[in-house]
């Protein structure tokens, strides 16, 4: 039906519905509280995120009834609500960092990313955009053609974006139109080790064609064409033909020369030796050695090795905030999100909401609320731990109440990475 929700004290609580979806346009609004399913109680029952899906979601064209109550309506609203096709949206967020840079957030590539993509791009350079950072870290791929289309939007013409190729799969390649929207700006892409697929295609054409610096932490290395092939009784498999190769010939696939199992197990083991810590540790020195369409230095073996690698920042992380983090700060904030629901809905600017939060003491009102359920006051931690906790506190909140567009802006204080791609840019370093 197109909400996002959750259980607040055995209740479902719509934490927002999604634009275009069948919940906003049957006039469900952040806040409102489920009391009935389809004349079934369903508040203070106890039931689970799974129950409450399998009652939310049904066949598209058939009618679900709810009841619910809404702060300021004096007894319960009744809506039917018809299940549709519900708008997935890929790009968490396009927003101005600063007057001249700007960042977009790609969490996954499907068929509509590049459609997304491209007006998020377009809003931002309407805006004064210079420099422009994409965000692919934890994206798994997806749809290749979407990332090559988005490629497309800072290539020259004809440059090489990525080929295709196996033993019995001729080579294929994928090249730039040069009709892109952002051709020449200065461009940053940050990439992690779960970056992966079409992700790593997207930051293989870009490192490989000099138009930008990727930024970040080696990434996770999937790159295998595979073709389904079926059987007369209805089963099938999935046939790998190819693989992806970047512009300058590396394979973005990691090697099964050791076998699958050692394939699997060489994600755990870069965690083991510290590679999110220590460059050093990846063994850079012992891959293959590529080179750039301008002759800078690559490297191969699988995945993508950023130009410039920036580590995992656990300085402010203690045993408190490893207590409290799993679900009480986010619990915290959705409880805080619903007493001061009226207040909070009046801000429809994130720096005027971090502003009015600022003054709340919202850290003391958590550390009260997660002694209330079981972890202690610890003022070692606290100290260690207490700014990573008021930036969270407040960026769920504000999410709760202004969506990505208020999350992300206030995250990015706790994100080193992305921190140092500003101050990057901020000296034209490209």
Do not use: C
């Not at 101005?96 to 840079?101: A, C, G, L, P, R």
């Not at 973005?252 to 050692?262: A, C, L, N, R, T």
Request: overall charge neutral; charged content about 25%; aromatic content about 10%.
């Amino acid at each position: 039906i197109g909400i996002t929700f959750n259980l607040l004290t055995d209740t479902i609580l719509v934490i927002s519905t999604i634009p275009n979806g069948p919940s906003e346009k049957a006039g469900l609004m952040a806040g409102d509280k489920i009391i009935y399913v389809n004349d079934s109680l369903v508040a203070g029952k106890g039931i689970t995120d799974e129950a409450a899906m399998g009652m939310l979601k049904g066949p598209r064209g058939t009618v679900v009834k709810l009841k619910i109550l809404r702060k300021g309506s004096p007894g319960l609203l009744g809506f039917e609500i018809t299940r549709g096709k519900i708008p997935i949206h890929t790009i968490d967020v396009a927003y101005m960092i600063n007057e001249t840079t700007g960042y977009i957030k790609i969490n996954n590539f499907a068929l509509t990313t590049y459609n997304e993509f491209v007006t998020g791009l377009k809003e931002l350079l309407a805006k004064g955009m210079k420099k422009l950072i994409i965000d692919v870290r934890n994206n798994p791929g997806g749809v290749m053609e979407s990332a090559i289309q988005i490629a497309d939007q800072f290539l020259a013409k004809d440059e090489l974006i990525v080929y295709t190729q196996g033993r019995a799969f001729p080579k294929s390649e994928a090249r730039a139109t040069g009709n892109g929207l952002f051709p020449e700006g200065d461009l940053v892409l940050l990439i992690d080790e779960y970056t992966a697929s079409a992700s790593e295609i997207l930051a293989g054409a870009i490192q490989d064609n000099d138009r930008g610096t990727i930024i970040g932490r080696r990434s996770f290395g999937k790159g295998l064409v595979q073709e389904p092939v079926m059987f007369p009784d209805g089963s099938g498999m999935r046939l790998t033909v190819a693989r992806y190769y970047t512009p300058s010939g590396r394979s973005i696939q990691k090697p099964y020369d050791k076998g699958s199992e050692k394939y699997y197990e060489d994600f755990y083991d870069q965690f083991e030796r510290g590679e999110q810590f220590r460059p050093d540790t990846a063994g850079v020195d012992k891959l293959p050695v590529y080179k750039s369409k301008g002759g800078k230095t690559l490297y191969g073996g699988g995945g993508i090795v950023p130009d410039i690698f920036v580590p995992a920042d656990t300085s402010e992380i203690s045993r408190y905030f490893l207590l409290v983090r799993n679900s009480l700060i986010y619990r915290f904030a959705l409880n805080y999100t619903e007493a001061n629901r009226e207040k909070l809905s009046s801000y429809t600017n994130v720096a005027e909401l971090e502003k009015y939060l600022d003054s709340q003491n919202l850290t003391e009102q958590f550390i009260k609320f997660a002694s209330e359920n079981g972890v202690k006051r610890d003022e070692a931690g606290i100290r260690t731990s207490g700014r990573i906790i008021g930036i969270q506190l407040k960026a769920y909140i504000a999410r709760n109440t202004l969506d990505n567009k208020g999350f992300y802006p206030i995250w990015e204080k706790l994100d080193t990475t992305l921190k140092f791609a500003i101050k990057y840019l901020e000296k034209d370093g490209l």
